[in-house]
């Protein structure tokens, strides 16, 4: 655990491992938000407030559903970054599992205005969304 903790650093992101994300594979019923998807990995967030307003706090209410049988290591890493500026950010979110597919991450906060990207790894998926933030 140590060294997995260890190889996650120099992200500012939020890793949560032991993570059962849905019960079996079955057709993706998510909660109304904005949904990414894979060919195996369906999630839907939004985030508290809806409206991300820049040097504030933010929480994001995430659900995820496997959308085929295969294999994704339960592992569950959450970050954002600016993509034209190279950066990520100040904060680093935490993330606590609610059951059934559900996480609650807060401590979020996007210092400047622009555009975001919010990135979700599942295991070996991975789902990015991008936001205007003004
Ligand atoms: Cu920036």
């Known amino acids: 655990m140590e060294k997995r903790r ?3 650093q120099r992200h500012a992101g939020a890793l ?20 990414l998807e894979t060919e ?11 409206k991300i307003v820049v040097g504030e706090h933010f929480a994001l ?6 959308k ?12 954002a ?6 950066h990520g950010m100040n904060y680093r979110p935490s993330v606590s599992a609610l059951g059934s ?5 807060e401590g979020w906060l996007f210092h400047m205005p622009g555009r975001w990207e919010f990135v979700f790894e599942l295991g070996s998926e991975r789902l ?5 933030v003004e």
Not at 61 to 66: D, I, K, M, P, Q
Not at 101 to 105: K, M, Y
Not at 128 to 132: E, Q, T
């Open 81 to 86: 970054h600016m993509p034209e500026h190279r």
């Open 101 to 105: 597919g559900r996480f609650r991450s």
């Open 128 to 132: 990015a969304d991008s936001v205007l």
């Open 61 to 66: 209410e995430l659900a995820v559903c496997r």
């Open 40 to 50: 195996r990995v369906a999630l839907s967030y939004r985030t508290e407030p809806s």
């Open 6 to 8: 260890n190889a996650f």
């Open 16 to 35: 949560i491992g032991a993570i059962c994300f849905c019960g079996a594979a079955q057709a993706c019923e998510l909660p109304s938000g904005r949904r």
């Open 68 to 79: 085929q049988k295969a294999e994704i290591r339960n592992e569950i890493n959450l970050d």
